[in-house]
């Protein structure tokens, strides 16, 4: 069953706008979009007169094969969260509908979906238990006017992994919710992704993003991975023009053969830097917990977060507070730095003097 039964019927009746870039047209002289003649002779450093392509074909292709899925199957966004607000927008009535979320997990799909005027519905984690996900007490949060079910695998600030539950998740909301998998970190994980679902699933789509492992957040390039009638609905109801030329160039430079090789030293270095992490901040007296972490961060449950978090940011480090959140007192999440960086942290909370 298509997806699209379940999405806003007056989207997928929505006629797209037609934007000069989409008319498939060729031409010498271009004259349709009202853009400047003029392209980037020195006053520019780069020729960006025209408007983009809506969907860069090579991009597109270099994401798909990044992501072991096809071209038709992958639509480019500003960051992963721009595709998180779309699918919110596409499936979400507003007034009447509700979204599944994890707790704690990532802030977007709360506020994308306040935005949307969905009921957003939070499912706690069992936080004594390493933040386990128990689905079958999830999914009896789920009902006839649940759109989406959000799972941020590895989750966001916990860094707990989900991949093993998906397939069955994926299967009981099968015809009535999209599992929207959120795979910002899967490179810092030894799980292989979700796309491989999708061909067993109608109702799963993944979210993947250039921003965490291969460095470009301040590109805003994230993708979405779905079946073809998920991706087209997405790529109706987005503005005309998502990628910005540099960005775009951006993206394709990460993707060449050599910057991929490096992101896997990279992401190598940041694993092994994360697990080093990890065994220093153990045996601290001020730590009580250090969750284990498929993402590029640590979520550390402290005796007291007020005191650590203050004495990291004496020595110019700063972190992220949780503690004022639900399940998550006295923790603080630390990202994974150049090993320098990482030795400044157990430094300060040792108090030695660097
Ligand atoms: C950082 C992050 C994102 C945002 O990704 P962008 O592609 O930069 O928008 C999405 N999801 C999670 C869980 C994140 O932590």
């Known amino acids: ?49 025209r408007y983009p392509e809506p969907q860069p074909d090579l991009l597109r292709e270099r994401l798909a094969s990044l992501y072991a899925t096809t071209p038709q199957r992958v639509w480019i966004g500003r960051g992963s969260d721009e595709a998180i607000d779309l699918l919110l927008r596409a499936f979400c009535v507003a007034g009447r509908d509700n979204v ?8 977007m799909y709360r506020i994308g979906a306040t935005v949307q005027g969905a009921q957003f519905r939070a499912f706690p984690l069992d936080a004594q238990n390493d933040f386990a996900l128990d689905t079958d007490a999830l999914l009896a949060l789920v009902d006839d006017d649940t759109k989406l079910v959000f799972a941020c695998s590895p989750n966001n600030p916990t860094g707990t992994l989900y991949h093993a539950q998906l ?82 160039r951006a993206a394709l430079a990460a993707l060449d053969d050599d910057a991929l090789a490096r992101t896997r030293e990279r992401i190598a270095t940041l694993v092994r830097e994360r697990e080093r992490l990890r065994e220093s901040l153990i045996a601290l007296d001020c730590v009580d917990r250090v969750l284990p972490s498929s993402g590029n961060f640590l979520l550390v449950r402290f005796d007291d977060a007020r005191a650590a978090f203050s004495r990291l940011l004496d020595s110019g480090i700063l972190v992220r507070d949780f503690s004022a959140q639900p399940g998550l007192a006295h923790c603080l999440r630390i990202s994974i730095g150049l090993p320098e960086q990482n030795d400044a942290v157990i430094a300060a909370l040792t108090g030695s003097t660097r």
């Open 1 to 49: 069953m298509s997806m699209l039964a379940r999405a806003r019927a007056e989207l997928v009746a929505l006629k797209p706008y037609a934007s000069a870039r989409r008319s498939g047209f060729d031409a010498r002289i271009r004259l349709d979009a009202n853009e400047s003649p003029w392209d980037g002779d020195g006053a520019q450093a780069q020729a960006i007169n």
């Open 100 to 107: 599944v979320a994890l707790a704690p997990t990532f802030g």
């Open 167 to 248: 397939d069955a998740l994926a299967t009981a909301l099968a015809g009535r919710a999209l599992l929207a998998v959120d795979e910002a970190y899967i490179e810092f994980a030894d799980a292989p992704s979700a796309t491989a679902l999708i061909d067993h699933h109608a109702n799963l789509a993944v979210l993947r993003t250039l921003s965490k492992a291969h460095g470009l957040a301040g590109a805003r390039v994230g993708a979405l991975i779905a079946r073809e009638d998920v991706v087209d609905l997405v790529a109706r109801i987005a503005p005309p023009y998502p990628l910005p030329v540099p960005s775009t």
